[in-house]
């Protein structure tokens, strides 16, 4: 896997701050950092997500398709899958997560929610590299609900 992340502050973009990165599958991926009142030069202009926050994603994207495979692959009903993430982060240099918090909703028809927790805690044990990477520096947790559809 690889990517190249590239300042886009030189090419006279409005974020002095401002970074692509393009992924080695052919994607792209803006982010840009928070506005500094103290020094605007060192800030960004809020245009696109920041650094941080694109990994606490990436960690949902890839539990969240954990949870909807291996509920698949149970032959379960499964129709939705949505994960928020709350986190905290230490308060100084390096600022890693300290905290995260991931509150699952799936939605599906006669989905036992014993398989829901087995998918969760399966993904967060075993198969999730983004989330047990995080688990070295933060405590996860991990709740969840279940929707009928009919």
């Known amino acids: 896997m690889e990517c190249t ?4 502050g030189v090419a006279g973009t409005r ?3 401002g970074f692509v990165a393009e992924t ?3 994607h792209v991926i803006a982010m840009d950092g928070a506005p500094d009142a ?34 698949k692959r149970g032959r379960h009903d499964v ?5 928020k993430l709350s986190s905290e982060r230490a ?12 509150h699952f909703t799936v939605s599906g028809k006669g989905v036992p929610a014993p398989a829901v927790e087995r998918a969760i805690a399966m993904s967060h044990d075993k198969y ?7 688990g ?15």
């Not at 992340?5 to 886009?8: A, D, F, G, L």
């Not at 308060?91 to 991931?102: A, C, G, L, Y």
Request: glycine share 10%; with cysteine; net charge negative.
């Open 15 to 17: 974020s002095g701050m």
């Open 79 to 83: 129709r939705g899958c949505s994960v």
């Open 38 to 71: 103290a020094k605007p030069e060192n800030g960004g202009q809020n245009l696109a997500p920041r650094p941080m926050e694109t990994v606490l994603a990436g960690a949902g994207g890839c539990t969240a398709y954990d949870v909807v495979l291996i509920l």
């Open 91 to 102: 308060e100084t240099d390096p600022k890693v997560f300290t905290r995260i918090h991931m």
């Open 128 to 134: 999730c590299s983004a989330t047990i990477m995080l």
């Open 136 to 150: 070295k520096t933060a405590e996860i947790t991990t709740s969840f609900e279940l929707v009928e559809v009919a």
């Open 24 to 26: 080695g599958s052919g």
């Open 5 to 8: 992340v590239s300042w886009t």
